[in-house]
């Protein structure tokens, strides 16, 4: 099976979505995984958006890149300008391609409403499923340019 690590800042949305998305959509081909930089916890919101869509992410945990050293990657998709800048090299294989999203929780600031606030948790959520869909040939594309 093909790993793929999907980096993130603080591992707390974007990252965990990519990670649901694999596991649900891919499973059968890919082994995902989810990492940060940091480890910020799992977004309550994103859990939320995810079950809406019929994935259960709320078993997954949030945890820092270095936990997983003893994984050999075949890919590390950064999901964040901020990973992409920080990205670790890794050992082996791995091979690095950036696939940037929105932040949900940046987007939501200021949102008092519920379906205001999870508006942009939805939109971004849709997105990284259309990505996920694409896998694993868009890796091969990315990683020829």
């Not at 901020?82 to 987007?107: I, N």
Request: charged letters at 25%; a positive charge.
């Amino acid at each position: 099976m093909l790993k793929i690590l999907f980096l993130c800042t603080g591992n707390s949305c974007r990252s965990q979505m990519a990670e649901g998305w694999t596991r649900h959509l891919k499973g059968d081909v890919i082994a995902p995984y989810s990492a940060g930089i940091e480890a910020h916890g799992l977004n309550p919101n994103a859990v939320t958006v995810m079950a809406e869509a019929g994935v259960d992410i709320s078993g997954q945990r949030s945890k820092r890149v270095d936990q997983l050293r003893p994984v050999e990657f075949d890919y590390v998709v950064t999901v964040c300008s901020e990973a992409e800048g920080r990205c670790p090299t890794f050992p082996g294989k791995a091979k690095t391609v950036h696939v940037g999203f929105d932040d949900p929780p940046t987007l939501a600031v200021g949102a008092t409403a519920k379906q205001r606030r999870l508006a942009p948790y939805r939109r971004v959520r849709d997105e990284i499923k259309a990505f996920v869909e694409t896998l694993p040939g868009a890796l091969a594309d990315l990683t020829a340019r």
